[in-house]
Every structure is written in C-alpha cells, then in structure tokens.
C-alpha cells in the first residue's frame, strides 16, 4: 500500500470534486462501496430479525385470544361477533386480564366487566 502525502490527498479530492460538478458524475470510492454494501447487508438483517420477532408476537396473540375465545365458548356458549371482534382488538395485556378472570367468573360480564 502506497502513504499519498496529505497535500497531494486533499489535491486528488479537490480534483474529482470537480470533476464531478463539471460532468455530474457522481464517484463512489471502492472503500465508499464496501462500506455501503455493509450498511445494506446489516440493514437486511437487523430488518430480517425484527420482523421474525414481531411476526412470533403477533402469532402468540393470536394464539391466546382463540384459546380465550375457546374458554369462553366452553364456559357461557356462542359468543356475539361483537364479542369476537373485541377479543381480536384487544392488547395483549386485556387478554390476559379476560383470561384469568373466565376462570372464577360467574356470569359473561364478569369477564369484561371493570373490576
């Protein structure tokens, strides 16, 4: 590997500068290339981990609000479709809220009740 002098470095980047504004020519060194290539590359797979991540989160919800739904079906009967509808629009923490209390409840509104 060849040390260019500081002076003939700043030289050599006031040259393609303006080179680049005379031609627009836009110049990506090969050390500005890997780099990007890298950032891109860790992008994917930081993007890859997040989405499998937030993937099984969203399955396990699923997963709980139908097990809900099945203890309620089991416990009280058919359940009204607005019922349905507010179990899948519910944040994880309310069906887990509904999901201890259909165990003691005696009646349907003491699963959704305020308590």
């Excluded at 950032?39 to 993937?55: K, W």
């Excluded at 009967?77 to 309310?94: D, K, N």
Aim: charged share 30%.
């Amino acid at each position: 590997m060849l040390q260019v002098p500081l002076e003939l470095q700043r030289q050599l980047w006031h040259d393609i500068e303006q080179l680049e504004r005379n031609r627009h020519m836009p110049y990506i060194t090969s050390v500005e290339r890997i780099g990007i290539e890298k950032g891109l590359q860790q992008g994917l797979l930081q993007g890859r981990r997040e989405g499998r991540q937030e993937g099984r989160q969203e399955g396990r919800q699923q997963g709980e609000a139908a097990i809900l739904q099945r203890q309620l079906t089991k416990r009280f009967g058919a359940l009204a479709e607005a019922t349905v509808s507010r179990i899948h629009q519910a944040t994880p923490e309310q069906i887990e809220i509904w999901s201890e209390r259909v165990l003691d409840a005696k009646t349907f509104e003491d699963v959704f009740g305020d308590h």
